[in-house]
């Protein structure tokens, strides 16, 4: 009897060395505690972890999509966002316009020309870039520049019309253009 349990010890030893290095710790865990232990150990080892770095990262894409909700926006390209500061430009030029037509003290035209461009970027709200910044923040930044050294965009209006005095019929372009180029430059500098 003895000799048939060497020889049993022996075949199971060869059996269990014959087999791929991966494969010699499960199989030696199944025989010596059962398939079952094997399992839970496999769940908690392997599966679990998996399980819980797939759940995590479904997490944070529902908390993503919440605050896009819950904010009323909606994700654009950069090509997206121009198109809409494009937009912007055209419905404030006809009020623009008005204002520097008027003649008005330069102060006051600064100021009202101001107001209008900040309050019209409210339109924007719940558009957000790509970058996480939202189009009506980022259009405000440029419009009232945090560096002392640049001038806020009505003054720059203003001033341009004072000096260049465009005919009345070319107000709309001369005051579209300047804003563009000014808005323009201000996003390729940032």
């Known amino acids: 009897m003895s000799e048939d349990r060497s020889r049993e010890r022996r075949a199971h030893e060869a059996g269990i060395a014959g087999l791929p290095a991966k494969w010699r710790v499960p199989v030696q865990l199944i025989s010596t505690f059962g398939l ?47 198109r809409l500061e494009r937009l912007y430009i055209d419905a404030v030029v006809p009020e623009v316009v008005e204002i520097l037509r008027q003649d008005k003290v330069r102060e006051a035209a600064i100021g009202e020309i ?65 804003l563009r180029d000014v808005l323009q430059g201000r996003r390729m500098a940032k």
């Open 36 to 82: 079952a232990v094997f399992l839970v150990l496999y769940y908690l080892f392997v599966i679990r972890p998996e399980d819980v770095a797939r759940f995590e990262a479904m997490r944070q894409t529902i908390d993503e999509l919440k605050q896009v909700v819950q904010a009323d926006a909606a994700f654009l390209k950069n090509e997206q966002a121009e």
């Open 114 to 178: 101001d107001r209008r461009l900040i309050l019209k970027t409210d339109r924007l709200r719940g558009f957000v870039r790509e970058n996480g910044r939202t189009v009506t923040e980022q259009l405000r930044a440029r419009l009232r520049p945090a560096h002392p050294g640049d001038r806020d965009v009505a003054k720059i209006l203003v001033d341009a019309a004072a000096e260049n005095e465009p005919a009345s019929a070319d107000y709309p372009a001369f005051a579209r253009d300047l």
